[in-house]
DNA sequence: GTCTATACGTTGATAGAC
DNA sequence: GTCTATCAACGTATAGAC
């Protein structure tokens, strides 16, 4: 009994991986879109397959179903979410590190308004398919990025605050200028936010902030 | 040709009268909860049937359609949104006044966390179902809410903040305790957001964002 | 006023030709 | 690898019996 050996094959780029990348990006970029405007249930695979111009077939067979890809697209956006907090550390000088924290997250919210959009939609539904996500691990992540706080206190850096009730500041009210984006251009006659925009905000949380912490805003 | 005259019937409280309230009023209910969880598109007229306990064909009865079934819900949030905020006025004690907005607006969250959440559900979708309410009259009630701050700062009573921006930090640090407690609840390994919770966040909120204006938080 | 039965489009998903 | 054709389930909405 003899085995066939495979013949070779010259070593070429496979242009099978190349399509299924361009595809994958398509499909994954129409998705955000799709996902941020209507949540998981109120997103349709057709829309998807419409607006990343491909065959809605197409879609299950790079992404096994429609949680399949919603994960995708939320795993995409968690990966990039917590580096810039993850910036902090207790050796830093608290005004310096809060300030570029704060301007961090707002240049966040303005490159990437749609991934803040679809994490709060997911969050408000209530955040079932980040389960996963929030696990005790993560527990124990915050609770060290609390301890950096509380180091700061303890040490008499910034004023007693509740070091976690903080980080909610922190995040509420930078998030909001992503995912409210609309009612603010609303109420504020923009047809969008300019980078301008953001910097104002910016410097106006971290006058409001740092100072509310007992603490000079730098340079 | 005779016509039949109608026969007396004696005036009691239509039975009916109070049918519709009472199933108008499960209805809406069991709708607030599938829009708070789902959105407008994610949420199906069959779900909202079987939670408000009736047949589907009569949420069709009291409610035209489904978009009408919702505009009736946001209409019921957005009447207690504002009242709040209007209770602002120039010639109050910024202090007193700030740190009682804040209380309020928590204690709303509190109260009516699925109403803070359809109404951000709603704007992140693009908020398409609010153009009526974001008219030309809702910017000038925004200007005016804004020149009560901008009169505190011309007065030296408060830093020179922006004015719009310090709005934007009221609303969006508060509502993110309705919005994200899911979040908060998984980070603190709360079950849920006690009163107690709330009073807390809304101490360290009166701390920060008072001081942060140049303000002693009252008592 | 109320509810059963049903019309008819859209959904996620797949089978099978190319 | 890719796409056309198709399915069963579910979507909103309504007609008409009670």
Redesign the pocket.
């Known amino acids: 009994m003899t085995f066939e050996v495979p013949a070779h094959r010259p070593h070429v780029a ?1 242009p ?2 190349r ?2 990348q361009k ?1 994958e990006q398509a499909i994954i970029q129409a998705a955000e879109d799709e996902f941020a405007r209507h949540g998981f249930k109120g ?6 397959a419409l607006k990343a111009g ?9 992404f ?6 919603y994960v995708a697209v939320l795993s995409n956006i968690i990966e990039l979410w917590d580096s810039t907090f993850n910036a902090l550390s207790a050796d830093d000088d608290p005004a310096v590190a809060l300030a570029h924290y704060i301007r961090a997250k707002m240049e966040f919210s303005r490159r990437n308004p749609q991934a803040s959009r679809i994490f709060a939609m997911e969050i408000i539904s209530g955040g079932h398919c980040l389960s996963d996500y929030f696990s005790q691990d993560y527990r124990e992540w915050f609770k060290g990025r609390a301890a950096v706080f509380q180091h700061w206190i303890d040490s008499g850096k910034i004023d007693p605050v509740d070091p976690v009730h903080l980080i909610f500041l922190l995040w509420g009210s930078t998030q909001h200028y992503a995912d409210f984006a609309t009612q603010i251009c609303q109420v504020t006659g923009r047809s969008r936010l300019t980078k301008q925009d953001m910097e104002d905000a910016s410097n106006n949380l971290i006058h409001i902030i740092l100072k509310g912490c007992g603490l000079t805003p730098p340079n």
Not at 57 to 62: F, Q
């Open positions: 496979k099978a991986g399509i299924r595809n997103t349709s695979m057709n829309t998807i491909l065959p809605k077939a197409n879609l299950h067979y790079y096994t179903n429609k949680l399949g890809l």
